[in-house]
């Protein structure tokens, strides 16, 4: 079983619709969580932390369930430039290595 | 601005040849990693280094090595490349800091052909 799991998608939605992504994780110890963002051809960069209790960035809200294992993002009113793959990553226990999904890819059409 | 900056964009390299990628960060962070890209694949981890001249096997080792004698720099090394090695290579570093504050930064890859 893989350490961190994704649904590849893609996800493909219009203009202004919610869009979720879950992300499941193998390891119970895992100590932090993080959403990347990866345009075509570029490299990956933080969209944002997940918390413990949950935390929102304008349109997009993370949230962690260390009971089930998994950590959701919420994208809502997706614009065209939501285009992109999401990579969920963990940071496993007593160490700084960053394990990643595969990524889920999303399609924002007009 | 943050930079992680790697010596090449594109590359390409015969089979049985030794494979140098390097890596520069100006953050002074402590770690760096070295993954590869492939399609339906993700990001794998082939090396971790926490520190100078400490580093860590990732998931994905074999065939591969690599040097820290500098903060700053971090290098993967391909000891004699082979067709299957044909990948993205991403270069990443971060500070130690394991809480939600973390923040690791990529540089631009590297897309790395072996024929």
């Known amino acids: 079983r893989k350490e961190v799991e994704q649904d590849p998608g893609p996800f493909n939605v219009p203009e202004g619709a919610t869009v979720a992504f879950n992300c499941t994780y193998s390891?119970?110890?895992?100590?932090?969580f993080f959403w990347y963002r990866q345009d075509c051809r570029k490299e990956p960069k933080l969209l944002m932390s997940?918390?413990?209790s949950g935390n929102e960035d304008g349109r997009f809200t993370a949230q962690l369930n260390r009971a089930s294992q998994y950590i959701s993002l919420l994208i809502r009113d997706s614009k065209l430039s939501d285009s992109a793959t999401y990579l969920c990553?963990?940071?496993?226990?007593?160490?700084?290595?960053?394990?990643f999904g595969t990524g889920t890819r999303l399609q924002v059409f007009p | 601005d943050v930079k992680v900056t790697q010596s090449s964009r594109y590359l390409v390299k015969r089979t049985g040849e030794k494979v140098f990628l390097e890596c520069v960060q100006d953050m002074d962070h402590e770690n760096m990693f070295w993954y590869r890209q492939d399609p339906g694949l993700g990001l794998r981890l082939i090396y971790f280094?926490?520190?100078?001249?400490?580093?860590e096997k990732g998931d994905i080792p074999e065939g591969y090595s690599v040097s820290r004698e500098k903060k700053e720099r971090f290098s993967l090394i391909l000891e004699s490349a082979s067709t299957n090695q044909t990948s993205m290579y991403l270069c990443a570093s971060s500070p130690r800091d394991r809480g939600p504050g973390t923040e690791a930064f990529f540089g631009q890859g590297t897309r790395l052909t072996v024929v």
């Open positions: 280094s926490y520190d100078v001249k400490m580093k």
């Open positions: 997940v918390y413990s």
């Open positions: 990553v963990v940071i496993p226990y007593n160490t700084d290595k960053l394990i």
């Open positions: 390891n119970s110890a895992s100590q932090s």
